[in-house]
């Protein structure tokens, strides 16, 4: 199906879709969702440096992982959580927590982190690859960047192939890894260690919200790209 049959949403009416902006889906995680859904384990990592460490949630849903993180780590972490939806856990916040109600495709940080993470958020996400992207210049020179993200939600302008022909799973794969990024497709994850500046070179055109469920079971959103 060529794009232009399709009704592709901006990044604004994406935001007000049902599929997106849904306080209950994927939301009441806790910190061992994290090692089963990333492999990382949050808590271990953090408090194997020798200084305040900074982590960061994207789509962090109700953020009960970070209130676990924060009471066990104390002062020794500074966590920000970032979330559309702002249906957060609490109160009490505890010090060294600060929650964010705002798009992960527009919010920016004020400081580099040493873990960010998001766990299923991309599902839900108009301009994943942008965020990808965005995510790895935000880390500190050994900080890491774990995400889950299937390379099938991502289309190019002629659909499921892209313009050469090869299925653009593939082709996108092969762009991440050569931009510095690890793709793993047996677990559907990407990840980055230590900062760098992603240029991937794929222009976002918008997003289809009627795709229907993912390989998660649930209903997710499909971006389109035009490839340069």
């Not at 090692?35 to 849903?61: I, M, N, S």
Request: net charge positive; hydrophobic share 40%; with cysteine.
């Amino acid at each position: 199906m060529d794009h232009r049959d399709l009704r592709l949403l901006d990044d604004d009416a994406l935001e007000r879709s049902s599929i997106v902006a849904n306080s209950d889906m994927n939301r009441e995680r806790r910190l061992p969702a994290y090692r089963r859904e990333l492999g990382v384990d949050v808590l271990a990592l953090l408090r194997g440096a020798d200084r305040v460490v900074r982590w960061l949630d994207l789509c962090c849903g109700t953020a009960n992982a970070l209130f676990e993180a924060a009471h066990a780590l104390g002062d020794r972490a500074e966590i920000v959580g970032v979330d559309l939806v702002g249906y957060f856990a609490g109160p009490p916040r505890p010090p060294g927590l600060r929650l964010v109600t705002a798009s992960v495709t527009s919010w920016a940080p004020d400081a580099a982190f040493d873990l960010i993470t998001c766990v299923h958020g991309l599902h839900y996400v108009g301009d994943k690859l942008g965020v990808i992207a965005r995510a790895a210049s935000w880390l500190t020179d050994d900080g890491l960047f774990a995400a889950n993200f299937d390379v099938r939600s991502v289309r190019s302008v002629r659909g499921v192939r892209g313009a050469d022909g090869a299925p653009a799973g593939r082709r996108l794969t092969a762009a991440l890894r050569a931009n510095g990024l690890d793709y793993d497709a047996r677990n559907r994850r990407v990840s980055r260690r230590g900062r760098k500046e992603i240029d991937l070179r794929w222009s976002y055109l918008g997003a289809d919200d009627r795709a229907g469920p993912n390989y998660t079971g649930q209903a997710a959103v499909v971006s389109y790209y035009a490839v340069g």
